[in-house]
């Protein structure tokens, strides 16, 4: 039951079956936008929760801000504008009327209404009330919501006009402060990527003309997807004093004098679901890691007879009641009984291309004998047949095991995956230049992250861009040692990730 | 401490006191818009974790649609549209491009969008291409996201441009089993409003002339404040075939036949917190329904000398992880141990004001003590020392009585002003022709709500106009007897309540 179009075959083809069998999202009339099925919904669901309390830990509070900001505050804001202005919805009418035989906007706004691409400008305003005294000081918050660029080439959770995300932002009493605080979220970043996701991801900084606009750093986590291109996976903002000043957040500092706050911004959106995706998919469909799995164990009835539906039901209604005791990941467990009037097969395929972790199933026989028969997404093929005992000793480590295993299977596929033994420009060209194959179960190839050197020079995007690649980040472990930038020849320390990217 | 404005000398601008001196909400630059802040936001949040897991419990799924609707759903959807065309937010651009001299909205969209002031028609859209087949039904799914309605005279929490809420959408092969289902939601919402946030309700119809836009039957829960007007604090609606047939929503039925299904739709909005203000709040502040409070226990250190400092906060950090093993309400407990640098005074009028249910503060002398100073809300003055014991072993039961306690007292109320004994339209007139008195405290007077006859006909919408009063509902208990209309003095049968309102 493997689907339409294979990995292997065609990339983003078999990107768009894997959301459309694993019935998480679809493309909507609102042009493109997308409909969040339940199934894709829940997995944002269970990200929020666990992001959540990860912010909470760190003593940010959760609060909500206008979505309409005014386009005055993107006039005053020009470097910030620069980056979005291509691409923001704007409110000019406040109602419909009747026109010519048709529904009209009217009632003109005096003053355009931008939908926040990000809400920097407009939580700046209110932290500028907010804050008096370096007493008032760090503000923390943090803000779930929708949020609008207007994407020319959308594609359903990678880039959609509007879309779900996080966005926090934070005023800080010195710079440095907010830079620990930029930094501390990008750790929140990288455990929720690799410890909720299982998703392995390179940690650093962006090089200076790709930096957020606005920032005075960008910070990044970066991922490697099945075919060997990189996705952003979070970004979080040292903003220094830019918005501070032009928002008017000053405070009187212990000096007694007053000073502009420094800022941080930083966010991760419904795209990590993309990531998670093509981090783990393969041709049977979607593969979830348990840690946000909408349900971590589904259990499917097979009852052929109608007189052996009471038995079975009362035999899984059992099972499900121990089942819902159990603490995977320390955390409540989460089952479904599918109950539903179709074929068990369907079901289990169902199950399967929507990548549940386990699926049981439990028909008269298994009633009998006191045990099911288990299936493990990550093992499709191996059916298992244990006793009901063994099934509820053994569940917690079962998914925690999988878990693991998901992480390390991506680990190790990126971490092969990166070329570190590219010296010269020739050699980087002519490897960028050709499609670049890929490593995974003992094959040998090329391989699709460079990690190599770079001048720091920003002209060299032009050399980037010729190569239709980009340096995804400035890695945080930096070897130090002297070598040649493999865009330009030049003498260059500094490591940077070069790739393709989403 | 009270309030610089007092509930009894003037109701609105006392609401608009709490609502800032409790740290809920503020207006925003946007024009019409409010800041949630983080103390207004939490109670937003525990309101939507309690409604998930009833939502969850009826088998309803979380899921996300656009916001953005094309225009064109509305040019079709004539009725619906009626309602709300007055108060739309309508894109019509898709950039910010440099004119002469300044940005301006470029990119003119080929059709203007509507920003969601509710969200059947683009979710009946969906459901038209996920509804084959009678087994594909029913459809339950629920969607917490934000909306907009051009308002022209905001007020924090009750009527904003853009608000928060949750809206839900089910299709389903019968009319029988669509009708139950909005009946069923209304339950869910009663519940939460009586159980939860301890606001006590009128469950019923809503009169022919004032359905939701589109619907058959529109039923609601209406609420009464402490100024006597009612607050509708939610509605759901059977919408019939009627958005099925412009969707086309159409399955094939049992008999191998092609139908229209049948829908539904309901919502409560971050509006219900306007409620909780005006039900339980007085005139020290907000006071929180344990149940939605953010932090249920508050503990102030009161420290004068720094040497008391590690000895008092080993003490308190003691007492307050021995009280997260507590359960009020079978939940885990939200505590929050305030340790900012200000004054403990200060502190406590703080969390007195934004509505905290218990204070608790400890110094030096209640670790010597091992005891504490608890300060119930609904008991401000009266302070109680205790033993921490004694402290452990009663708080879940404080929790759980101060709940109860605050809907009995709101329901005691209600029920004393809902004036049954006016029986002709002379004496009808006249009440509501004066400036209708209060009863709470013993005092007795005029009432605010009436329950009296109505002839049912939607001319008499006039009169009521002309009184600025409105019929909030036909309660479900119905007392069958006759008597004359209220309005017209005709003979009539239906019970109704007759109010001022929100």
Chains 1, 2 share one sequence.
Not at 30 to 36: L, Q
Not at 131 to 150: E, F, G, H, M, T
Request: glycine share 6%; proline share 5%.
């Amino acid at each position: 039951m493997t689907l339409k179009t294979k990995r292997a075959e065609n990339y983003p083809a078999w990107y768009q079956c894997v959301v459309s069998e694993a019935d998480m999202a679809e493309n909507s009339v609102s042009p493109g936008c997308m409909v969040i099925k339940p199934w894709g919904y829940g997995i944002w669901e269970r990200i929020r929760d666990l992001m959540d309390e990860e912010f909470r830990e760190t003593d940010h509070e959760n609060a909500y801000f206008p979505m309409f900001i005014p386009i005055s505050f993107f006039r005053k804001e020009a470097e910030h504008v620069e980056g979005f202005a291509k691409e923001m919805a704007v409110v000019t009418h406040s109602k419909l009327t009747q026109k010519d035989g048709t529904l009209q906007p009217d009632g003109e706004l005096d003053e355009p209404l931008i939908v926040r691409p990000t809400s920097e400008t407009i939580i700046a305003d209110s932290f500028s009330k907010w804050v008096k005294s370096y007493r008032d000081l760090p503000v923390l918050i943090n803000q779930w919501a929708n949020v609008v660029r207007w994407e020319m080439r959308p594609r359903l959770f990678l880039r959609t006009r509007e879309f779900l995300w996080q966005e926090g932002h934070t005023a800080h009493s010195s710079a440095l402060e907010a830079e620990i605080e930029t930094k501390r979220m990008l750790e929140v970043y990288r455990k929720t990527s690799e410890e909720f996701l299982a998703m392995p991801v390179i940690e650093g900084v962006k090089p200076e003309y790709d930096k957020f606009p606005g920032a005075v750093d960008t910070y990044c986590i970066e991922a490697m997807m099945q075919d060997g291109k990189a996705l952003q996976a979070g970004t979080s903002h040292f903003l220094g004093q830019n918005f501070a000043k032009s928002a008017n957040i000053s405070f009187i500092n212990k000096e007694n004098k007053p000073e502009f706050a420094y800022t941080t911004s930083w966010g991760v959106s419904t795209r990590l679901i993309g990531g998670v995706i093509m981090t783990h998919a393969d041709d049977e469909g979607m593969v979830v890691p348990p840690r946000i799995a909408p349900y971590q164990v589904v259990i499917v009835p097979v009852i052929k007879k109608a007189e052996d539906e009471d038995k079975v039901m009362a035999y899984i209604n059992a099972i499900a009641s121990e089942l819902k005791q159990k603490k995977p990941f320390g955390e409540k467990i989460r089952i479904k009984v599918d109950k539903r009037a179709k074929q068990s097969v369907d079901k289990f395929w169902e199950w399967t291309r929507k990548g549940a972790p386990i699926i049981c199933e439990i028909g008269p026989r298994d009633v009998e004998n006191q045990g099911l028969m288990l299936k493990n997404r990550l093992t499709l093929g191996q059916k298992e047949l244990l006793s009901k005992q063994d099934f509820l000793d053994s569940i917690e480590q079962r998914l925690e095991n999988n878990q693991r295993q998901m992480f390390n299977k991506a680990k190790a596929r990126m971490d092969l995956n990166i070329r570190k033994d590219i010296q010269t420009p020739e050699a980087f060209k002519a490897y960028f230049g050709e499609s670049n194959e890929w490593i995974e179960d003992g094959k040998t190839g090329k391989v699709a992250f460079v990690r190599g050197k770079w001048n720091g020079k920003s002209e060299t995007e032009e050399i980037l861009k010729s190569l239709k690649i980009s340096i995804r980040c400035i890695p945080f472990d930096q070897s130090g040692s002297k070598g040649k930038c493999l865009l330009t020849g030049e003498d260059a320390t500094l490591d940077v990730i070069y790739a393709r990217s989403y």
